[in-house]
């Protein structure tokens, strides 16, 4: 697994990622990137643990990672992600405790930006605020289930 990553790699791939599509390549350079850490994760390691506060807005860059929701029913839903899946962005913006377990597949790296940076840049630039309204938006949809529509 690649340890080393470069600025332009990095604005390479957050092109194709929900929620930085918009955002122009030179924004992502000069105003995203410095501010995204990268974390190594070896297998079953945990990268968000249920009930915490949400402090961090977190990219799978390479490697699998599983979901892991407990559901009211006693049942759990999991979920495997790859590259480019988002992660904590939703305990981030509701200021609620996370919902669930992100555990490390293998060996993986994740792009992490801080819940203040993130705030910032939304508050800075437009194309910020509109892409994560965006990906805000389609994880409710996706949260309540099938919809039939009414007029």
Known sequence: MKSQVTDTELV???KGVDGFKD???DYLERMIIPLVGIN???ANQVIIKRGMEGANLHILYQGRMRVIVPKADGTVFEVTLGPGAIVGEMSLVSNQPTMADVVAEGP???????GESL???ILEDWRVTRAFARLIGQ???ARSGPHTATL
């Open 12 to 14: 390479t791939f957050l």
């Open 23 to 25: 955002v122009q390549e």
């Open 40 to 42: 190594a994760f070896h």
């Open 108 to 114: 993986c790296l994740v792009l992490t930006l801080d």
């Open 119 to 121: 705030t910032n840049l």
């Open 139 to 141: 994880r409710v949809v």
